[in-house]
């Protein structure tokens, strides 16, 4: 079955910085676009990038375009997404997603506080 485990989230400063990684299992991974969602305290989930399969094209939302970066290794069933000048705002669950645009399965999450 479809396994997705992030790691890598914490606490940090404002302007700080992480890298997150999610481990993916279960399907052949070098086949499917990939992306990273959040989920912020009462507001409902939204997609923050996206890579593609192929040719690894990046996709941003306009709130972390280019303060966050996403990419993946095929040869490690692994993606990631390095997010820097990091804002309060930032702060949510962070949650690893099978498919581009639309989810097909989700990792468990994992949480990223930025304090002011």
């Known amino acids: 079955q479809v396994q997705l485990v992030e790691s890598g989230g914490g606490l940090v400063q404002l302007g700080g910085s992480l890298r997150l990684s999610c481990t993916a299992s279960?399907?052949?991974?070098?086949?499917?676009?990939m992306s990273w969602w959040r989920q912020a305290p009462g507001s409902e989930r939204e997609r923050v990038a996206a890579i593609t399969a192929t040719y690894s094209t990046p996709y941003y939302e306009d709130s972390v375009q280019g303060r966050f970066t996403i990419s993946r290794d095929n040869a490690q069933n692994t993606l990631y997404l390095q997010m820097n000048s990091l804002k309060p705002e930032d702060t949510a669950v962070y949650y690893c997603?099978?498919?581009?645009?639309?989810?097909?399965?989700w990792g468990q999450g994992t949480q990223v506080t930025v304090s002011s």
């Open positions: 997603v099978k498919g581009f645009v639309v989810p097909d399965n």
């Open positions: 279960g399907f052949i991974f070098s086949n499917y676009g």
